[in-house]
């Protein structure tokens, strides 16, 4: 857990390099623990994003799933 805080962090330090907007950061990080809940048994890798994804979409329309996607993108790059 203590891991994922860090990681947060270094999410939250990196977008605000990039001058990203503060509520922008607030929901990225939101969505990213969002995804680190799910992927807790499975481990943070591009294929249980990929499938949180998946998931994310069975359950919402495909435009309300951009901003997790764009935060994933940018947590995982």
């Given at each position: 857990m203590?891991?994922?805080?860090?990681?947060?962090?270094?999410?939250?330090?990196?977008?605000l390099l990039k001058n990203y907007p503060k509520e922008t950061i607030k929901g990225y990080i939101?969505?990213?623990?969002?995804?680190?809940?799910?992927?807790?048994?499975?481990?943070i890798n591009k294929e249980s994003a990929k499938?949180?994804?998946l998931l994310q979409l069975k359950k919402k329309e495909p435009s309300s799933v951009g901003h997790e996607i764009f935060s994933?993108?940018?947590f995982l790059i």
């Open positions: 203590n891991e994922n805080i860090d990681l947060l962090k270094k999410l939250e330090e990196n977008l939101l969505h990213v623990s969002k995804y680190f809940d799910f992927a807790k048994d499975n481990g499938n949180f994804i994933l993108k940018c």
